[in-house]
Each structure stands twice: as structure tokens, then as C-alpha cells.
């Protein structure tokens, strides 16, 4: 997230955008022809110039005007062609480029696994995939173009320069070269910085972004202004950075500016002297200062384009940052089928798992078998690691030892696509996204008929209040749409857990935020559709393990004991000792 631990050249950084441009190298080398070209229509008309004030001026003969003057105006008119021909055959290649990328980032961030998300900000990724890649794309649209047009101006002014005259062509040039090392110190120096930046701008998206998402924390707890401390810090760092860029820049600046002006006085110098001792025409220095005044822009814009170059280059190291983050949780090489049909026999052997190496164990040799159309509950103290169990069955997370099996295949031998079928989730936290109700639903499968929407919203006890929403099913939820309470925002979890009709269904505490009444209305729903599958759920209140056929402990990375409820009361004083922890009615507690 911060600045890469090998730090590569621009150049290095810009040469990954191979891949991406190759397809569209024809459109590129044809932009760079037309701005060839239209510089090189440019540089002629000091020579034509040249030409006039030798010629027909010199010798007071207006007739011999007529040509050159066509000549300038037809020069002119190709320059004016050639810059619209360029602009109009570059736009497809680098928007196209833009978009591929954008779409292979969003693509790969989906592949990549649970544990990516946790450690990245999001600010940073929304940085990324959009400030970034437009940063990108005026790279290759249009600094890469002049940074190699301006080198061959510069190169074909300097010939024009010597051929007109030797020593005008040198003083142009030995005021152009020191910018050659100016230029590389500031490159150096200017790339850290213009990574720095870039780097605090995603800070600050991730400030804006969780501030927004918890307006309502944030000001139940009145710590709007504590938030607008932090992201004024972070706006002032920022504009440090900024800072710190202009300085540098602006040293360039003050040499690009002085030295082509020196290089002018040379030009005069040497030109008078000249034409006094009558070893050059008027025509000569006229035309040499035309072209000298020509290269104004392709000397001055070395800075800036330099300058965007290395915010390209910082903008392609942040970029491959992510996608050279390995999709760790992925389908196998030699993926076996699924058993069909399936049962959703799911059993737990040895199952080890760690965050990373080198952490906490968090399950050191889980043995659980829920058998099929069994609903066994999962319940411990919190941090025990009920979450993470549920999350290996889906491989959100890959287990680190042992394995888990569905009718006695590997899970991590399915192909996902295959195993997220057969297995679905709920989550403590349900999750709505800024969709209509129907596309929330549907998302817990490929596809989905109003009729299988309509009867998981009333298995979820869902469909009541679906159908009093203004559109119904059309309505639009999550943060642009209408706002639900947590029990409505639940029982549409739950629909989208089951509306694909899983063989496994994981459900991590899905009924904590229902009021105890709308509990009992799921509850019933969940009895039925629970009957025809295999269930693991997480319980963290007692109501929630009256559902389930049996119960499973878990304490210390182990499951301490599995039975029925009144089985696990009646002998386990550790399951008696959790259960008044927990938040529990009387009736349920005995
Ligand atoms: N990314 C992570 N890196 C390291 N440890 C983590 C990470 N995420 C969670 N943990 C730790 O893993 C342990 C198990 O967490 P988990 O959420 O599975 O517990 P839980 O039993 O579901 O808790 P609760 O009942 O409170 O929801 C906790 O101690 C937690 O702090």
C-alpha cells in the first residue's frame, strides 16, 4: 500500500503497460506519425521563411512571393489536419486501454481473497481504480506520444539549426544541455514525492469513505468534529506533499525558462556578428530564431511531460500493487465434480487455520460431522472462532491444515463456482447493495425467477413488508435507496441465502438483529427450509440453538462437545456456564 519495497524506475514501472497497449500499437504508431508529421509541416516554415526574406525580399521582387506564401499557409493547414488526425486516432486506443484495465482490476479484486479486503483501505482501491488509471490513460494519450515526438522535434530542430548554420545550432545546444541533467536529478527526486501524494490521496478517499458509511456512529457518539480533526491532518499532509512537488517542479521550471532564453541572446550574439562580418544572411538568423522559437515547446513541455511521466509510473506501481497481489483462494488445477445429487454431508477433520504465518492458531484440530439435513449449532465464547470456522466452509479463507468435505469431496478440490452453489451464507452483518430488492435477493444465485424471489422472501418472512415497499420488488435499497430497519435488512439476507436452494447453509448469527417477535416469525420460516438442508449456524443467543438438531462447542481451537441441547445442559457445566453468558429469556435458559 505504501511505497514498493524494490523501488523501480519510471521507465521499468511504465513498460508493465505493455500488455495493455500492444493491441492498440497500429492506432499509437499512427498518432505518432501524424504528430511527426505535423511537427515536421511546423519546422519548415522557417525555412520557408528563410527563403522569402533571402529571396523576393532581398531582391525587392514581389512576384516570387506568390509560392512561398502557399507554401506556409498549405504547411499550416497539414500542421492544424495532422493535430485533429492525432487527438481523433488516439482517443479509442486509450479510452479502451482505461477501460480493460479498470475492468481487469475490478475482476481481479473480486478473485482476490477475503483476507486482501481486510488489510487494504478502500479508499486506496477507489483511488486506484479511478484517479490512477485516468492518470494512465493521459499518459499514454498524450505525454508518452510528445515526450517521443518532442525528442525527434528537438533532434530534427537541432539538424535544421546546424544545417542553417554551425555555430547558431551549437549555442541552441549548449543551452539546451544542462536541462538533460536537471531533468534525470529532478526525475529521481520528483517520483518519491508524486508516489507520497498519490498514496495520501487514498488516505483521505478511505477517511471520506468511512466517514460517510458511519454518519449515524459518528454522530451518536458526536465525533464529527474528532473525524474532521483527522481528515483536516490528513488534508494538510496532503498539501505538504503537494507542496513539496510544486518546489520541485518549480527549480525545473526556472531552468527551462532561463536556458532557451540564454540560448536566444547566444543566437543574437552570434547571429549579428555574422551577418556584420557578411558570413550569414537575415534569412539565416531569422529562420534559426523561428526554429529556435519552435522548439520553445518541445524544451519547456520537457518538465511537465517528465513530470507526468513519473505520476504515470507511481500511478502504474500503485496499479500492478493489486494486481500483482496473488489469488491465493482459487479454483484447483484438477477440480473434481461435486457429488450428485448432492446430500450436503459436511464434515470437519483436523481443520487447522492461522491468519498468516507465524500468527495465532486460531483452530488447532476442528472434527465436527454435521450429517445431511442436520442444522448443528455453533456456539462459544466470543473471539473463540465461530466466524472463522463458518468462513472456511465457502474458502472465503483457505484452512492451513486438515480438511473440510461435502458428501467426501475436498472442498478446496470443487471448483468455487461449483462450491458456493452447494453452500451459502448469512452473515452477523447483512450486507445491501444499492439495487432494487429483486437484485439483492437474486444475487445468492445465477439466476433467479420472480416466483423463487417471491418464495425465499417468504420463507425469510420478508415478503410482507417487500410487498408494501413502493415498487416492490423494483424498490431500490441499500445506501442510494430506501433505508430498512435491521430486521427487514436481515430477513433479505436470509431470502439471498436461500433463494439458490444450497445443499450447506452458513449462517453466522443472521437473527441477532431481529426484535424478539420478528425472531420467532424467521424462526419458524428458517425450521422449514432448514428441514431440507444442512445447516451450520452460529448462535449467539439461545433462541438461536432451539433450531438447531444438535450443538457444538467450541473452545480453545477444538470443538469441546457436540450433543443436543438438553444433552450438553445436562452434562457439560462449561455449555451451562456459556449459555447464562449469553443473552437468553428465562424459558429458553432452563
Ligand atoms: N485478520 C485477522 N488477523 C488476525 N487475527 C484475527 C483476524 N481476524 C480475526 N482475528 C482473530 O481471530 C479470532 C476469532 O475471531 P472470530 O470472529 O472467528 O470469533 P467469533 O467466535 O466469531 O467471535 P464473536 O462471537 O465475537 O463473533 C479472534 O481472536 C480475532 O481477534
Redesign the pocket.
Known amino acids: 500500500m505504501k511505497q514498493a519495497e524494490q523501488p523501480r524506475s519510471a521507465y521499468q514501472s511504465l513498460w508493465r503497460l505493455g500488455p495493455y497497449a500492444r493491441p492498440w500499437r497500429r492506432y499509437l504508431i499512427l498518432g505518432i506519425i501524424a504528430t511527426v508529421g505535423g511537427m515536421a509541416a511546423g519546422l519548415t516554415i522557417p525555412l520557408v521563411i528563410q527563403s522569402i526574406l533571402d529571396g523576393p525580399i532581398a531582391r525587392g521582387e514581389i512576384s516570387g512571393l506568390l509560392w512561398p506564401v502557399l507554401a506556409v499557409a498549405l504547411l499550416g493547414s497539414a500542421e492544424a489536419g495532422l493535430f485533429y488526425f492525432r487527438r481523433k486516432v488516439l482517443a479509442r486506443p486509450t479510452t479502451h486501454i482505461e477501460a480493460r484495465m479498470r475492468r481487469d482490476l475490478y475482476a481481479h479484486l473480486q478473485r482476490l481473497p477475503v483476507?486482501f479486503h481486510?488489510r487494504w483501505q478502500s479508499g486506496q482501491l477507489l483511488s486506484r481504480a479511478v484517479a490512477d488509471l485516468s492518470t494512465i490513460r493521459g499518459f499514454i494519450a498524450f505525454v508518452a506520444i510528445f515526450l517521443v515526438v518532442n525528442s525527434l522535434t528537438l533532434l530534427g530542430g537541432l539538424i535544421v539549426l546546424f544545417g542553417l548554420n554551425f555555430w547558431l545550432g551549437l549555442t541552441v545546444l549548449l543551452a539546451a544541455l544542462p536541462l538533460i541533467t536537471i531533468s534525470t536529478v529532478f526525475e529521481r527526486k520528483y517520483k518519491v514525492v508524486a508516489r507520497l501524494a498519490q498514496d495520501q490521496d487514498g488516505d483521505l478517499a478511505t477517511t471520506v469513505e468511512e466517514s460517510a458509511l458511519g454518519i449515524r456512529v459518528l454522530k451518536a457518539f458526536g465525533r464529527g468534529p474528532h473525524l474532521a480533526g483527522k481528515f483536516r491532518k490528513q488534508a494538510k499532509l496532503l498539501r505538504g506533499t503537494e507542496l513539496r512537488k510544486v518546489r520541485i517542479s518549480s527549480l525545473l521550471w526556472g531552468a527551462i525558462v532561463l536556458l532557451p532564453e540564454i540560448g536566444i541572446a547566444g543566437q543574437l550574439l552570434v547571429g549579428t556578428t555574422g551577418i556584420v562580418n557578411g558570413t550569414m544572411t537575415v534569412g539565416t538568423l531569422v529562420a534559426a530564431m523561428a526554429v529556435a522559437a519552435y522548439l520553445r515547446w518541445p524544451t519547456d513541455s520537457i518538465g511537465w511531460l517528465l513530470a507526468e511521466t513519473n505520476m504515470a509510473a507511481a500511478a502504474a506501481d500503485r496499479y500492478f500493487e493489486v494486481m500483482d497481489e496473488p489469488v491465493t483462494v482459487a479454483d484447483p488445477a484438477d477440480a473434481k465434480p461435486a457429488a450428485s445429487p448432492a446430500r450436503g454431508h459436511l464434515r470437519f477433520s483436523n481443520v487447522h487455520f492461522r491468519?498468516s504465518e507465524g500468527?495465532k492458531e486460531?483452530l488447532s484440530g476442528v472434527d465436527l460431522d454435521v450429517r445431511p439435513g442436520e442444522t448443528v449449532a455453533l456456539v462459544?465464547a466470543?473471539?473463540?472462532?465461530?466466524?472463522?470456522l463458518t468462513a472456511l466452509v465457502p474458502r472465503l479463507a483457505d484452512v492451513t491444515g486438515g480438511q473440510i468435505t461435502i458428501d467426501g469431496v475436498n472442498v478446496a478440490d470443487m471448483r468455487l463456482a461449483d462450491l458456493r452453489t452447494l453452500v451459502s451464507m448469512a452473515f452477523e452483518e447483512p450486507v445491501l447493495f444499492s439495487a432494487s430488492v429483486r437484485e439483492n435477493v437474486a444475487l445468492g444465485t445465477g439466476e433467479a425467477t420472480d416466483e423463487q424471489v417471491w418464495q425465499a422472501l417468504r420463507i425469510a418472512q420478508a415478503d410482507k413488508f417487500v410487498e408494501a415497499l413502493p415498487w416492490g420488488l423494483d424498490t431500490r435499497i441499500g445506501e442510494q435507496g430506501l433505508s430498512l430497519s435491521g430486521g427487514q435488512r436481515q430477513r433479505l439476507a436470509l431470502a439471498r441465502a436461500i433463494v439458490g436452494r444450497p445443499s450447506v447453509l452458513v449462517l453466522d448469527d443472521p437473527l441477532s438483529a431481529l426484535d424478539v417477535h420478528t425472531e420467532a416469525e424467521v424462526e419458524r420460516a428458517l425450521r422449514e427450509v432448514l428441514s431440507g438442508v444442512t445447516a451450520l449456524v452460529?448462535a449467539?443467543r439461545p433462541s438461536t440453538v432451539q433450531l438447531a438438531d444438535r450443538v457444538a462447542m467450541l473452545a480453545d481451537g477444538r470443538i469441546a462437545a457436540v450433543g443436543t441441547h438438553s444433552e450438553l445442559l445436562a452434562s457439560n457445566p462449561a455449555y451451562r456456564k456459556l449459555l447464562s453468558t449469553l443473552d437468553a429469556p428465562e424459558e429458553v435458559r432452563a
Open positions: 483476507s481486510d491468519h500468527s486460531i462459544g466470543t473471539g473463540s472462532g465461530k466466524t472463522t452460529v449467539h
